[in-house]
């Protein structure tokens, strides 16, 4: 009987008590403050709003929908993170919200924020702070911090940061048309992340806006680049698309603008090409001196070190260069050929290679001939059996040497052509020489292997008469 008393006792107590702090934990009102309380028209304040009991003590459990608004400024600017001028409390904000440079007054007085409890209009609160006319600044400096101009990034959004007074309405401009509001805090500082920016470059400034919406100053232009990776090359041309062996002809490329590389690739040659206009790479080399046709590969680099490379890009045909076994026939003109050494020279006169001559060593065959004052080059051909020529080297002196090897195809006939061009840079030959037999072939190598074995026969003779 005891201990059921007790028990009744205890549990009646600990009903009182569990009652008392429900009781004491119900919300009584908000607990707001404005950080400062006082501030010009137009500087941004944080808000801060806690829920409370009726002993002022925290409510731990608060996560109800409160409704924010002001009286005496209708235009005051809220706390972005409001939806239709209501927030709901989450565990995350430990019972308690603070709203960082969110709230903006526009017109001087005593303004004030009216919290309310949408699920209990008699739970409320109201917030003043004093707001006062600016009247004193006339220009404000701003700057962007970040980021540095001609920074590349590899993703379209960027955080842009910079100094302005503190409290000040900032607005940041892309490419001259996209705007993104913000505003100084208390530390001068003010930031933004941007996103959705455009492939490639991006122009970014700052400004700061008075009371009545007004550009006080303006930062200066920063610059950035986006680079995705996505690299393209558009097209890549070959002007002419045919030519002769080892004549100059023209690549222009298509490709995203500077590039730390642009580059084509043929008959396992690099040539480099230089961007002459926003897209355009071009370069101008010699084709290869074999006839056929060769494929043109491309890459492209960008800052960013992302590299693209197109197999076969385009082609470039050599042509096969044909001569009759004599003499080729020159075209009749009847004006004179101005050369680029400056001296004067007519297509339709002869200029015989004159005084062609062969020495024959050991190790090579030299062929020589007298020097053409104008005469910018020689073209060597080679007679074939069948009565035609083939091109076998363009020198710029008047010699031709062959080196003697045991792999070398023996070349019987040689003869020479002497070229110049012209102003317009037209390449004209003149008449073939005669042709000479060179000995380029093992032949010269078994003639002096049998004098050094006859030498070393006699040589041996002579010590065993000895």
Not at 138 to 166: A, M, W, Y
Request: proline share 3%.
């Amino acid at each position: 009987m005891k201990f059921t008393k007790k028990l009744i006792l205890s549990f009646i107590a600990s009903s009182i008590c569990s009652f008392s702090w429900v009781f004491a934990a119900w919300i009584d009102h908000f607990e707001v403050k404005f950080t400062p309380d006082t501030a010009k028209v137009w500087e941004s304040l944080d808000l801060e709003i806690e829920a409370v009991d009726k002993n002022n003590e925290v409510v731990t459990d608060y996560n109800w929908t409160i409704l924010i608004f002001s009286e005496s400024d209708p235009e005051a600017e809220l706390p972005s993170q409001l939806e239709e001028n209501t927030y709901t409390f989450k565990a995350a904000d430990q019972w308690k919200i603070k709203f960082e440079n969110s709230v903006i007054f526009k017109s001087p007085g005593t303004q004030d924020i009216h919290i309310y409890d949408l699920n209990d209009d008699t739970v409320l609160w109201v917030a003043e702070a004093d707001i006062s006319e600016d009247t004193t600044v006339k220009s404000l400096d701003i700057s962007i911090i970040s980021p540095e101009d001609g920074l590349t990034i590899g993703e379209n959004s960027i955080n842009v940061s910079g100094l302005t007074q503190k409290n000040y309405k900032v607005k940041i401009i892309v490419n001259g048309k996209d705007e993104f509001s913000t505003a100084s805090n208390n530390d001068w500082i003010y930031e933004k992340t941007i996103d959705k920016l455009q492939d490639w470059e991006n122009k970014i400034k700052a400004q700061v806006l008075d009371a009545n919406d007004k550009v006080i100053w303006e930062s200066k232009e920063v610059k950035i680049k986006i680079s995705l990776g996505a690299l393209s090359i558009k097209s890549v041309k070959v002007n002419p698309e045919s030519v002769d062996p080892e004549s100059s002809y023209e690549i222009e490329m298509l490709a995203n603008p500077d590039l730390v590389e642009a580059s084509i690739i043929i008959n396992d040659t690099i040539a480099k090409l230089t961007q002459t206009k926003a897209w355009v790479y071009t370069t101008k080399i010699l084709s290869p001196k074999e006839p056929g046709i060769y494929k043109i590969d491309a890459k492209i680099k960008d800052e960013l070190g992302h590299e693209k490379t197109e197999l076969w890009a385009a082609s470039l045909t050599v042509n096969e260069l044909k001569l009759n076994a004599a003499t080729e026939a020159i075209e009749t003109n009847t004006w004179v050929v101005e050369t680029n050494t400056g001296k004067v020279c007519d297509p339709n006169k002869e200029y015989p290679i004159t005084w062609l001559k062969l020495v024959e060593l050991k190790t090579k065959s030299i062929l020589t001939w007298d020097k053409i004052d104008w005469v910018e080059s020689y073209n060597v051909y080679k007679k074939l059996e069948n009565g035609d020529l083939e091109l076998i080297q363009n020198v710029s002196d008047a010699k031709f040497e062959v080196e003697i090897t045991w792999e070398e195809i023996k070349y019987d006939y040689f003869s020479i052509k002497a070229v110049a061009q012209n102003n317009c840079w037209q390449v004209y030959e003149w008449n073939l020489s005669d042709a000479t037999k060179v000995k380029t072939g093992p032949e010269l190598i078994i003639l002096l292997l049998l004098s050094l074995f006859i030498w070393w026969f006699v040589y041996k003779s002579i010590r065993n008469n000895a």
